[in-house]
């Protein structure tokens, strides 16, 4: 079965970086276009980031832009969201996703696997 496996989250003051990870297992991962979504307190989950198959072409939510970093390594089955200059309006439940399609990156209703998620918070 299929399951994706955050980590990294924790609790920063803002402007610091904090870098997630997610592991893949029980699916051939490098078929999978892969993306970042969060849900913040009170708030619809939104996209973050999202990267193609092959790692070559990456796509932000205007809100990260500049200060997000989304990358991939189909070796190790995993895929990194590297967050710097966090602001407190960053902090929300972190989710990794997997897809089949090549449309719509940042559509969370393409993606067919979810992971948990994980918490980052960043303090004022």
């Known amino acids: 079965q299929v399951q994706l496996v955050e980590s990294g989250g924790g609790l920063v003051q803002a402007g610091a970086s904090l870098r997630l990870s997610c592991a893949a297992s029980?699916?051939?991962?490098?078929?999978?276009?892969m993306g970042w979504f969060r849900q913040g307190p009170g708030k619809e989950r939104e996209s973050v980031a999202a990267i193609s198959r092959s790692g070559g072409t990456t796509y932000y939510a205007d809100s990260v832009k500049g200060r997000y970093t989304i990358s991939r390594d189909n070796a190790k089955n995993t895929v990194n969201l590297q967050m710097s200059s966090l602001k407190p309006e960053d902090t929300a439940v972190y989710y990794c996703?997997?897809?089949?399609?090549?449309?719509?990156?940042?559509?969370?209703?393409?993606?067919?696997?979810w992971g948990q998620g994980t918490q980052v918070t960043v303090s004022s």
């Open positions: 029980g699916l051939t991962f490098s078929n999978y276009a």
């Open positions: 996703a997997a897809k089949r399609d090549v449309s719509n990156y940042l559509s969370e209703h393409t993606y067919n696997y």
